[in-house]
Structure formats: structure tokens, C-alpha cells
């Protein structure tokens, strides 16, 4: 199986920059993804790293250390609509499987 | 391209009675998973498809049936609804297993009383 860690919830101002952190336990570890999914919708893809390191993307950045099993996902700038649960997923374990964490519930306030 | 398709929306069941959730994708893509979300939780893998004819287990696959008879469909079967089974369902689609996104669907949410 895979356990993974990340907080329940965070809060940040409008403008700011937030780090929400995932840890994870993994076997055969294929890479790492986060998705974004607003109340009511399904998820939607942000980010893939495979590679230790850091990978920009605009306003979203995500880093993973392979050795430490820790990923973080970096949001700059932040706006109201990025209020929403960010969650992670490592991909591994026997088949090569992807598994969710629980998410993290992000409010960004004025 | 629609993308994946799941119909219906919203349902509610009564304790012990069947349904099929449909889903469907236009995209070619060999690989299919249902998860099902239960409120304030991570998605749950309940099974998937790696192609037409295949198909099997994820984490949580008690009380449900799926069949993959084409590339493009993939439904899930709940026969005798039971009120744990009350959850958010998604139906989600890849071109391979590595490090492609899932593709998913809007939602199904069902409710059994």
C-alpha cells in the first residue's frame, strides 16, 4: 500500500505565496502528480515530477525529493479561484497504481 | 471531443436496488478507472480497465461489477445498493498507465437511503 500525509487545510491571503507539503510511503515509485478539484467539479491535472527537483509552471511550481518522499506544490500570486483542494498522488505500489491523498482545502482570503 | 461522458449526474437509491453508472470516452485511450470520493476524502480506486476485455480489482471493489467491452465504454454495475455506498463517482481515462493525467469525467453523485 502507500500512505500519504498532507494538511487538512490552509488559509492565505489574496496575493501571497503558499507551500502545501506532501509526504508519502511508497514501493516501485514512478512519479508524482497534484490535481486541483473546486467543490462540486472533478480534478484537474497541475503537475507531474519524476525527477527530483523543481518544476515551474506560471504561478504553480512543484518539487519532488525522491529520497525523502516529499513533494511540495507552490502557488505565487495567489487568487480567490485557487480556493480549492489540492491533492496529491504518487504513483507506484504493485501495477503501478496511482493513489490519492485526502487533499489539502485551501481558502484563500481577501 | 467530448472527453469522458458519465451519466446520469445524480441519482438516489433505495437500500438494495441496482443501477449502471455509464461512462464513456472519446479519446482512444486503452486505460479506464472508477474512483469513488466520499466527502472530505481522497479517491478510492475501485477498478480499472487496462483495454477492451480487461479488467480488474482496485482498493475498494466490493458491491460492484464493471465490464469493458468496448475501448470506448466502461460501466460500473452496483447490484443490492447499500447506504455505504453513498459517494461522489468518477469515471477517469489515460492513453497508458505511466505518467499520462487522467482524463475524468464530471461526477456522478449517488445517494442510497
Known amino acids: 500500500g502507500q500512505n500519504i500525509d498532507q494538511p487538512t487545510e490552509m488559509t492565505a491571503t489574496e496575493g501571497a505565496i503558499v507551500q502545501i507539503n506532501c509526504t508519502y510511503q511508497?514501493?516501485?515509485?514512478?512519479?508524482l502528480f497534484w490535481y486541483q478539484q473546486h467543490a462540486g467539479e472533478a480534478p484537474t491535472f497541475l503537475s507531474y515530477?519524476?525527477?527530483?527537483g523543481l518544476e515551474e509552471k506560471g504561478r504553480f511550481s512543484s518539487f519532488l525529493s525522491r529520497s525523502k518522499g516529499y513533494s511540495y506544490l507552490l502557488l505565487k500570486e495567489l487568487q480567490m479561484k485557487d480556493s480549492a483542494s489540492y491533492l496529491c498522488?504518487?504513483?507506484?505500489?504493485?501495477?503501478?497504481?496511482?493513489?490519492f491523498g485526502t487533499g489539502t482545502q485551501l481558502k484563500v482570503e481577501l | 471531443n467530448a472527453g469522458v461522458t458519465q451519466t446520469p449526474k445524480f441519482r438516489i437509491l433505495k437500500i438494495g436496488q441496482s443501477m449502471t453508472l455509464q461512462c464513456t470516452q472519446d479519446m482512444n485511450h486503452n486505460y479506464m478507472y472508477w474512483y469513488r470520493q466520499d466527502p472530505g476524502m481522497g479517491l478510492k480506486l475501485i477498478y480499472y480497465s487496462v483495454g477492451a476485455g480487461i479488467t480488474d480489482k482496485g482498493e475498494v471493489p466490493n458491491g460492484y461489477n464493471v465490464s469493458r467491452s468496448t475501448t470506448e465504454d466502461f460501466p460500473l454495475r452496483l447490484e443490492l445498493a447499500a447506504p455505504s455506498q453513498t459517494s461522489v463517482y468518477f469515471c477517469?481515462?489515460?492513453?497508458?498507465?505511466?505518467?499520462?493525467?487522467?482524463?475524468f469525467g464530471n461526477g456522478t453523485r449517488l445517494t442510497v437511503t
Open positions: 515530477n519524476v525527477l527530483d
Open positions: 511508497t514501493s516501485g515509485f514512478n512519479g
Open positions: 477517469a481515462s489515460t492513453p497508458n498507465r505511466d505518467n499520462s493525467p487522467l482524463h
Open positions: 498522488a504518487p504513483l507506484g505500489g504493485g501495477g503501478n497504481k496511482l493513489t
